[in-house]
């Protein structure tokens, strides 16, 4: 049973900065692929970052030179380094694991 287990998330200003992270249990995942998605209100889930089992990683042009996705295959986690954010960044973000596995998502409120 996988499982993915997304931490990390909160209020935070607007050009402040947010570490999520997600840890993955049931296997050993270092030649999954590993992504970020987000969904806001009234709005289709959209692919922020992903990073695949070489370590190279992809963004979505509204986050890149901004956010960084890493990963840690010795502990099975993923992670997402948010830094200048914006309120346009709000949403509840979600891990997710090749080849259709989602975690429960965590939120992100960028408000002043």
């Known amino acids: 049973q996988v499982q993915l287990v997304e931490s990390g998330g909160g209020l935070v200003q607007p050009g402040g900065s947010l570490r999520l992270s997600c840890a993955a249990a049931?296997?050993?995942?270092?030649?999954?692929?590993m992504a970020w998605y987000r969904q806001a209100p009234g709005k289709q889930r959209e692919l922020v970052a992903n990073i695949f089992s070489s370590g190279n990683p992809n963004y979505a042009d509204s986050v890149k030179g901004r956010f960084t996705i890493s990963r840690d295959n010795a502990k099975n986690m993923v992670f997402l380094q948010m830094n200048s954010l914006k309120p346009e960044d709000t949403a509840i973000y979600y891990c997710?694991?090749?080849?259709?596995?989602w975690g429960q998502g965590t939120q992100v409120t960028v408000s002043s």
């Open positions: 997710f694991l090749t080849p259709n596995y």
């Open positions: 049931g296997s050993s995942f270092r030649f999954n692929n």
